[in-house]
């Protein structure tokens, strides 16, 4: 119920290639968070997404919340060595677990330069 | 990034002994959290504590025992640890609890022998 899904788990790209990973919800979300790990760091809030529909940028970096707000997706243009990590959606727990975030399993970015 | 710290950063401890892991913020917030993160459950929540009142203890063995003296401070006491329990403790802190964004520290390489 409270659970996102993220897929790919694993993604390797050429550096230039563009990359998007998806995060997953059987039920609506109130909003959706998404964190970046570099390897051997720790978690770092990237954005939040409330609207339904919503898409926001961040330089080469475009997050989008579906319009049944359900899903969420990060795309990545052209990657480059230093967008490696694993990247986590978040959402909030619902009803009586409001006060938590709840990660997905991420999908790890592995760029060849 | 200074605003949440964690020491020590790597611990080597053997199954008998007693240790804790102390997590500080100096970001003003009001909920604080402690996070195992493993190669088999990443970013797995263990406590939540909001306005220094523990909100959720997430099915975890009493082995780690949390305490929350004020807004500020969050330990993690160990003892009799197992070593399915060496990880990444991971604190974290948010204005509150909920949909805000979290803030991490380095976290806490624990290596149980």
């Known amino acids: 119920g409270q659970q996102v899904m993220q897929i790919p788990q694993y993604q390797h790209v050429q550096e230039g290639e563009d990359f998007t990973t998806y995060c997953n919800s059987s039920?609506?979300?109130?909003?959706i968070q998404w964190y970046k790990q570099r390897p051997g760091g720790h978690p770092v809030f990237l954005i939040q997404l409330v609207k339904s529909g919503e898409v926001k940028k961040q330089k080469r970096l475009t997050f989008q919340f579906g319009e049944a707000k359900k899903n969420s997706s990060l795309h990545i243009t052209a990657t480059q060595t230093t967008d490696v990590g694993t990247y986590f959606c978040?959402?909030?727990?619902?009803?009586?677990?409001?006060?938590?975030?709840?990660f997905g399993k991420g999908t790890l970015l592995t760029v060849n330069p | 990034e200074t605003g949440v710290t964690q020491t020590p950063r790597h611990l080597v401890m053997g199954m008998t002994n007693k240790k804790s892991l102390k997590c500080e913020q100096h970001?003003?917030?009001?909920?604080m959290y402690w996070y195992k993160q493993s190669a088999k459950k990443p970013l797995e929540l263990m406590f939540v504590?909001?306005?220094?009142?523990?909100?959720e203890n997430n099915s975890v063995p009493s082995r780690f025992s949390p305490e929350c003296p004020n807004s500020s401070h969050l330990f993690l006491h160990l003892h009799t640890l197992q070593p399915e329990d060496s990880a990444l403790y991971l604190c974290a802190s948010s204005q509150r609890g909920g949909s805000y964004e979290q803030y991490f520290g380095p976290g806490t390489r624990l290596t149980v022998t």
């Open positions: 978040a959402r909030e727990g619902s009803g009586g677990s409001n006060y938590k975030l709840t």
């Open positions: 970001l003003g917030h009001n909920a």
């Open positions: 039920t609506t979300l109130s909003n």
């Open positions: 504590y909001n306005f220094k009142e523990q909100t």
